[in-house]
Every structure is written in structure tokens, then in C-alpha cells.
T-cell receptor
Framework: DSGVTQTPKHLITATGQRVTLRCSPR?????VYWYQQSLDQGLQFLIQ???????AKGNILERFSAQQFPDLHSELNLSSLELGDSALYFC???????????????FGPGTRLLVL | GENVEQHPSTLSVQEGDSAVIKCTYS??????FPWYKQELGKRPQLIID?????GEKKDQRIAVTLNKTAKHFSLHITETQPEDSAVYFC???????????FGIGTKLQVIP
């Protein structure tokens, strides 16, 4: 158990809908990262938040957005869902998040999203 | 941006043999190279990492080597066991904030 929690574990929804995925980082970690993993694909970095602020952006679609709250939990919002958005969405956390020494990221169990 | 290439994409070895997975990276500013193991349907878990000021690191049956000049790093697993069967991802990070770029993954199968 990494200490990172994600809810829900599974989510089934329809095209065009909007969903929210939630992540709680390890105690004391200030950074949260979101990744998308499609079937038999690698891990695609979406976005990073550090202490409430957006720090880095990857290949995140405009239909997707995220935020990190004062209690450091984060939410990933996916809207106008398409079949191709079906994937495993992982959240990871690390202690810091600033430039400089690179830190280990610890992954949560993931949310499996199925868009029908 | 950073680009990480990983090969082979699949690897089958007999139990007890060694397995080697290789990665190359493009950004010379990268200075941190973690390796993750992901079992089917589970989270990626860090198994070993190496920083750019070190050429080799070992942890029991697992070792990682880094060649900064050539911009490549490798994972070595010795005396493989069936429970080593999983997908292994290499990654590179550095040169700024904590953005990590992952390789495509190697599916390792250890045949008993």
C-alpha cells in the first residue's frame, strides 16, 4: 500500500457525460500527478499540482481539468466523454514538487473508467 | 521535451535466467531514472531508481546501470522467478519540475 488513495475504483458511464476522479496523496506529500493508461499502453502524464498550484502539464485534453484543494487532495474532471477516454487513471504523489532534486512518485491504485 | 525509448516490448526468459531491459532518453538535463513494476490491473510500484551522479545501483537481484554520455540506462534482473512476471516501465525526469516521462513498457514473462 503506497498511502495514496483514489476513488472510485471503477466507473462506468456513457459518452457525453462528465465524471470526477478523486485522489488523496500520502500524508505530507505536496505534489499530485495524474496519469492516463489506456489498454496495453504506457503511462501518459496529464498534469501535476504542487501545493494547490498547477506545476506541469502533459498531454491533457481541453475536455479534462484538474485542481488541488487546500487539504491537498486532488480531483480530475473529465467531460464530454468519448469511447477513447476509457482507461485506467492513476494519481501519484511526491513529497515536494519544485525544480531541483527529482523525487520518487508513489502511485495510487487507479480508477478504471469505462465509457459506453 | 523528453523522449524515452524502451526495448524490448516483450521478453520471455526461463526461470533462473537473467533479464535485461534497456532504455534511452533524449534530454541531457534528465537526472533521475526510476523503474516501476506493474502487475496486471495494479498500480505501478517503484522497484529501483538511480540518479545521475551514480553509474550503478543494486538491490538484491535487481540492478540498474546508467551511462550519461550515451544517454541510456538498463535494468538487470538476475535469477528470475515467476513472480517477476509483470510489465516494467523505465522513466526519466529532470531539468525542471517533477515531470516524469515513461517508456512504453516491457512485458516480462518468466517461464517456470
Amino acid at each position: 500500500d503506497s498511502g495514496v488513495t483514489q476513488t472510485p475504483k471503477h466507473l462506468i458511464t456513457a459518452t457525453g457525460q462528465r465524471v470526477t476522479l478523486r485522489c488523496s496523496p500520502r500524508s505530507g506529500d505536496l505534489s499530485v500527478y495524474w496519469y492516463q493508461q489506456s489498454l496495453d499502453q504506457g503511462l501518459q502524464f496529464l498534469i501535476q499540482y504542487y501545493n494547490g498550484e498547477e506545476r506541469a502539464k502533459g498531454n491533457i485534453l481541453e475536455r479534462f481539468s484538474a485542481q488541488q484543494f487546500p487539504d491537498l487532495h486532488s480531483e480530475l474532471n473529465l467531460s464530454s466523454l468519448e469511447l477513447g477516454d476509457s482507461a485506467l487513471y492513476f494519481c501519484a504523489s511526491s513529497a515536494g514538487g519544485g525544480a531541483g532534486i527529482q523525487e520518487t512518485q508513489y502511485f495510487g491504485p487507479g480508477t478504471r473508467l469505462l465509457v459506453l | 521535451g523528453e523522449n524515452v525509448e524502451q526495448h524490448p516490448s516483450t521478453l520471455s526468459v526461463q526461470e533462473g535466467d537473467s533479464a535485461v531491459i534497456k532504455c534511452t532518453y533524449s534530454d541531457s538535463a534528465s537526472n533521475y531514472f526510476p523503474w516501476y513494476k506493474q502487475e496486471l490491473g495494479k498500480r505501478p510500484q517503484l522497484i529501483i531508481d538511480i540518479r545521475s551522479n551514480v553509474g550503478e545501483k543494486k538491490d538484491q537481484r535487481i540492478a540498474v546501470t546508467l551511462n550519461k554520455t550515451a544517454k541510456h540506462f538498463s535494468l538487470h534482473i538476475t535469477e528470475t522467478q515467476p513472480e517477476d512476471s509483470a510489465v516494467y516501465f523505465c522513466a526519466a525526469s529532470g531539468g525542471g519540475y517533477q515531470k516524469v516521462t515513461f517508456g512504453i513498457g516491457t512485458k516480462l514473462q518468466v517461464i517456470p
